[in-house]
C-alpha cells in the first residue's frame, strides 16, 4: 500500500481505564505494546488526546514496549471541570501523570510529551 493509503486506514481503539487523578479527577488511560516491555508514556499537548499517540501505540514500537498514552485533565474523554483552578495548579498536573504511572505500575517509564 503506498504511504498516503496506509495514513487513511483507521486504527482499532486501544483498550482504555478510567483511573483517578489528581485531586481525584477521572482520567482515561489508553495501553498497546506488549504488556511486559518496558514502559513508555506519552503525553500529548495542549487541545490534544491520546490519538496523537496512536501511530506509536500500534506501530513499530509495539513490538517491544509496553506503550501507555493518557488524555490530559480537560482533554479527549477524561473529566473537564468548570473551575479554572482545577488548570493553573501545577502539581495536579504532576498528580495526575503520577496517578497514571502508579495505576499501570510502570517501573521507570520513558516520558514523552508534545
Known amino acids: 500500500m503506498p504511504a498516503s493509503t496506509v495514513d487513511k486506514v483507521p486504527l482499532p481503539a486501544p483498550p482504555a481505564t478510567s483511573i483517578a487523578g489528581g485531586a481525584g479527577l477521572r482520567l ?12 513508555i508514556v506519552f503525553i ?4 490534544g488526546s491520546y490519538l496523537s499517540w ?11 514496549f509496553r506503550l501507555v498514552a493518557y488524555d490530559l485533565r480537560g482533554h479527549g474523554a477524561s473529566d473537564k471541570p468548570l473551575d479554572p483552578s482545577s ?15 502508579r495505576a499501570k505500575q510502570l517501573d521507570r517509564p520513558v516520558l514523552v510529551g508534545w
Not at 54 to 64: I, M, S, T
Not at 87 to 101: M, P
Open 28 to 39: 482515561t488511560v489508553y495501553e498497546g505494546g506488549k504488556a511486559a516491555g518496558p514502559p
Open 44 to 47: 500529548h499537548g495542549f487541545t
Open 54 to 64: 496512536e501511530r506509536q501505540l500500534f506501530g513499530p514500537l509495539a513490538e517491544e
Open 87 to 101: 488548570y493553573t495548579d501545577g502539581t495536579l498536573w504532576a498528580d495526575d501523570l503520577n496517578a497514571v504511572v
